[in-house]
C-alpha cells in the first residue's frame, strides 16, 4: 500500500512524467491523486490529465493571493488525502503555514549537490551554468525536504553526475536530469515505504 502523494509543477513536468510511468509499471509505492500548477498552460498539467489524475491551475490569479493559494492547497490536499508533496520543478515558494502543516512531508527536486548552487534564481540552466562557471569536476541532484526557504530543508537522497570537459549547461542539463527521472519516483517510494523516516 503505497501512500497520496501530489505533484506541483510549475512547467514541463519530465519529472512527473517520470513518476506517472513508474507508478503505470507498478514501480512506485504510491499513488499520485493530484497535480497543481501555477501555470495555467504548464504542459505537466497536461501529462496529468492523460494519465487520469486530477490537474489544478492553483495561482494568484486564480485565488486572488499567497494566502489564497495557501487555502487552496491546504483544501485540495484535505480533499484528497494527501500523505507526501513533491515540488518537481515547482518555481514558487511554499506558503509557511503549508509548510509548517506538512512538515517533512514536501520534498523537492533540485539539479545539483545542494547546498552548492541552490537558492532563490537557481533553476533551470542557471544551475548548471554556475556549475560549469565554477570548474566542478562533479554536479548531481538532490532530493530534499522543503522549509520556508528555497533549497535549504534536510537533504533525502543524493546522486552525483559527472562534469565532463567541453559540456555546455545544455548537455549536463540533459544528463542530470537522466538521473533526476530515476531518483525521484526511487524516493517517493522510499518515503512511502518508511525506508526514509517522514518524521513527526
Ligand atoms: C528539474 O531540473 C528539477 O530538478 C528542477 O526543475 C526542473 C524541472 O524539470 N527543480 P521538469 O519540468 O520536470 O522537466
Do not use: W
Amino acid at each position: 500500500m503505497g501512500c497520496n502523494v501530489a505533484v506541483l509543477v510549475s512547467g514541463s513536468g519530465t519529472n512527473l512524467q517520470a513518476i506517472l510511468d513508474a507508478e503505470r509499471a507498478r514501480k512506485l509505492d504510491a499513488v499520485v491523486r493530484l497535480v497543481i500548477s501555477n501555470k495555467a498552460d504548464a504542459y505537466g498539467l497536461q501529462r496529468a490529465r492523460k494519465a487520469g489524475v486530477r490537474a489544478l491551475h492553483v495561482s494568484t490569479k486564480t485565488e486572488g493571493s499567497f494566502d489564497g493559494v495557501a487555502k487552496k492547497m491546504l483544501q485540495l490536499f484535505a480533499e484528497e488525502q494527501i500523505d507526501l508533496i513533491v515540488l518537481a520543478g515547482y518555481l514558487k515558494l511554499i506558503h509557511p503555514e503549508v509548510v509548517r502543516k506538512y512538515s517533512r512531508r514536501i520534498v523537492n527536486i533540485h539539479p545539483a549537490l545542494l547546498p552548492k548552487f541552490g537558492g532563490k534564481g537557481m533553476y533551470g540552466l542557471k544551475v548548471h551554468e554556475a556549475v560549469l562557471a565554477a570548474n566542478e569536476k562533479v554536479s548531481g541532484v538532490s532530493v530534499h525536504f522543503v522549509d520556508e526557504v528555497y533549497d535549504r530543508g534536510p537533504v533525502v537522497a543524493q546522486r552525483t553526475v559527472p562534469v565532463f570537459a567541453g559540456d555546455s549547461p545544455e548537455d549536463l542539463q540533459a544528463r542530470v536530469l537522466v538521473v533526476e527521472h530515476r531518483i525521484l519516483p526511487e524516493t517517493i517510494s522510499a518515503l512511502a515505504c518508511g525506508q526514509i523516516p517522514l518524521g513527526k
